[in-house]
């Protein structure tokens, strides 16, 4: 197999990955929601044998599957070797979702749930970040900029609303941005 | 040097008239009683700096490249949303400028402006 073979199908895994984490998680929150008690906030991040409902029982599965995914794609970015800064962010990447797999996979009890949870969305927020200026260095404008305009407006919301009305958007905006990080790479 | 384009004409143009109505539109929304003034002043008025300096690139003297001015045109949206979504900007205000911009961004990276950037501008 030639090496420019290798690499299209290296690129096309990476876009593939991202895709399915991105639907993955956007459609275990939409499934949640349905739920009529059920509210994405952190209290929802909940450890599988905790779950009472089939809400919470299948938004921590689609978490657990979701952190698997984001895990090898974060691997993925790094086995790329395509510089510095898509290296650091697959290393952000794979213990973002090394930590939502221990979330609702290992983690039976309350101890440490709060602490994991933070340390999760600041991973993906720093991932999402360095991802956006890994895209900007690549020439890859469009990607970037929708990037930038995410990050900004996540922003203001937590500024304006606070963490409790940050969650549900947070999780549909970062799933449209796996989703458009995956089509990247599948047609670049 | 060619003619310029009309793509960049008119990005100019449009620029140009987001940066004034970001100001106008600023200082009539303006709430002198609010407790967050740095922010209700400061954000906009970035924008419009942004706007200009939009406008100025696409002048025949202009020195940015492509991938730069498109950086400068997708902050300005970014800061454009974050305004209207934090709640310094109306919400009307915030949704005619973020046209304005979407506007400006896609004349000054189409690819007419993009050969005459490249190879024509001086």
Request: proline share 2%; hydrophobic share 55%.
């Given at each position: 197999?030639?090496?420019?073979?290798?690499?299209?199908?290296k690129?096309?895994?990476?876009?593939?990955?991202?895709?399915?984490?991105?639907?993955?998680?956007?459609?275990?929150?939409?499934?949640?929601?349905?739920?009529?008690?059920?509210?994405?906030?952190?209290r929802a991040?909940?450890?599988?044998?905790n779950?009472?409902?089939?809400?919470e029982?299948?938004?921590?599965?689609?978490?657990?599957?979701?952190?698997?995914?984001?895990?090898i794609?974060?691997?993925?970015?790094?086995?790329?070797?395509?510089?510095?800064?898509?290296?650091?962010?697959?290393?952000?990447?794979?213990?973002?979702?090394?930590?939502?797999?221990?979330?609702?996979?290992?983690?039976?009890?309350?101890?440490?749930q709060?602490?994991?949870?933070?340390?999760?969305?600041?991973?993906?927020?720093?991932?999402?970040?360095l991802?956006?200026?890994?895209?900007?260095?690549?020439?890859?404008?469009?990607?970037?900029?929708?990037?930038?305009?995410?990050?900004?407006s996540?922003?203001?919301?937590?500024?304006?609303?606070?963490?409790?009305?940050?969650?549900?958007p947070?999780?549909?905006g970062?799933?449209?941005?796996?989703?458009?990080?995956?089509?990247?790479?599948?047609?670049? | 040097?060619t003619?310029?384009?009309?793509?960049?004409?008119?990005?100019?143009?449009?620029?140009?008239?987001?940066?004034?109505?970001?100001i106008?539109?600023?200082?009539?929304t303006?709430?002198?009683?609010?407790?967050?003034?740095?922010?209700?002043?400061?954000?906009?008025?970035?924008?419009?700096?942004?706007?200009?300096?939009?406008?100025?690139?696409?002048?025949?003297?202009g020195?940015?490249?492509?991938?730069?001015m498109?950086?400068?045109?997708?902050?300005?949206?970014?800061?454009?949303?974050?305004?209207?979504?934090?709640?310094?900007?109306e919400?009307?205000?915030?949704?005619?400028?973020?046209?304005?911009?979407?506007?400006?961004?896609?004349l000054?990276?189409?690819?007419g402006?993009?050969?005459?950037?490249?190879?024509?501008?001086?």
């Amino acid at each position: 197999m030639s090496a420019d073979k290798q690499v299209e199908r290296k690129d096309n895994l990476t876009g593939y990955l991202a895709i399915a984490a991105g639907i993955v998680l956007s459609a275990a929150v939409l499934f949640g929601s349905t739920g009529p008690d059920w509210v994405l906030n952190e209290r929802a991040f909940i450890p599988y044998l905790n779950c009472e409902t089939i809400y919470e029982r299948v938004f921590s599965i689609g978490l657990t599957v979701c952190g698997t995914l984001v895990a090898i794609f974060g691997f993925d970015l790094i086995w790329l070797r395509r510089g510095d800064v898509l290296s650091a962010t697959g290393l952000v990447f794979l213990i973002a979702g090394l930590i939502a797999m221990n979330i609702t996979a290992f983690v039976s009890g309350w101890d440490l749930q709060g602490a994991l949870v933070t340390a999760m969305v600041l991973a993906v927020l720093l991932g999402t970040v360095l991802m956006t200026v890994d895209n900007w260095m690549g020439g890859r404008i469009f990607v970037g900029g929708i990037s930038l305009v995410l990050i900004f407006s996540l922003l203001a919301l937590l500024a304006a609303n606070g963490i409790s009305e940050f969650w549900i958007p947070a999780t549909y905006g970062f799933s449209a941005w796996m989703i458009i990080q995956g089509l990247n790479f599948l047609f670049k | 040097m060619t003619d310029k384009p009309t793509t960049a004409s008119a990005g100019k143009t449009l620029a140009i008239l987001g940066g004034i109505i970001c100001i106008i539109g600023t200082a009539l929304t303006f709430d002198a009683g609010s407790s967050n003034i740095m922010a209700e002043i400061g954000i906009p008025l970035l924008s419009a700096v942004l706007f200009f300096a939009i406008s100025g690139e696409l002048n025949v003297n202009g020195s940015m490249k492509r991938g730069a001015m498109a950086f400068l045109c997708f902050l300005n949206i970014a800061v454009l949303a974050f305004g209207t979504i934090y709640g310094t900007m109306e919400l009307y205000l915030g949704a005619v400028l973020i046209l304005l911009a979407v506007g400006v961004l896609a004349l000054s990276t189409s690819s007419g402006t993009y050969r005459w950037i490249q190879a024509d501008r001086i």
